[in-house]
C-alpha cells in the first residue's frame, strides 16, 4: 500500500521559513518522481514543485521560483520542501503526491501569518 504521511507544517510569520518532509512507502521511490502541491482555503489543488527520481530537474511553479527549495534523499525514502521568506499567501495544506497514480498524503497545514 502507497503511503505518503507529511510532517514539518506550522505557524510561522511573514519572511520566516519552515522545511517540510514527506515520508513515504509502499513503492520503489528512488525509481519515483515526486511532487508538491498544496491547497489554500477555499481554493483547489495548486501545482508547488517537481523532482526527477534522481534530484535532478527541479521544476517550480512561478509563484514559489527562489523561495522554495525541493529535494529527496532517496536513502531514506524522503522527500522535502525548504520553504523560505513565505508570506501570507503561502498558507495552505501541503500534500505530497506521487504522480505516476496521483496519490497523495494527509497534508501538513502550513499558516503565514504576523
Known amino acids: 500500500e502507497v503511503q505518503l504521511v507529511e510532517s514539518g507544517g506550522g505557524l510561522v510569520q511573514p519572511g520566516g521559513s519552515l522545511r517540510l518532509s514527506c515520508a513515504v512507502s509502499?513503492?520503489?521511490?528512488?525509481?519515483?518522481?515526486m511532487s508538491w502541491v498544496r491547497q489554500a482555503p477555499g481554493k483547489g489543488l495548486e501545482w508547488v514543485s517537481s523532482?526527477?527520481?534522481?534530484?535532478?530537474?527541479?521544476s517550480y511553479a512561478h509563484f514559489v521560483k527562489g523561495r522554495f527549495t525541493i529535494s529527496r534523499d532517496n536513502a531514506k525514502n524522503t522527500l522535502y520542501l525548504q520553504m523560505n521568506s513565505l508570506q501570507p499567501e503561502d498558507t495552505a495544506v501541503y500534500y505530497c503526491r506521487l504522480p505516476s497514480t496521483g496519490t497523495r498524503g494527509q497534508g501538513t497545514q502550513v499558516t503565514v501569518s504576523s
Open positions: 509502499g513503492f520503489t521511490f528512488s525509481s519515483s518522481a
Open positions: 523532482i526527477t527520481s534522481t534530484g535532478g530537474s527541479p
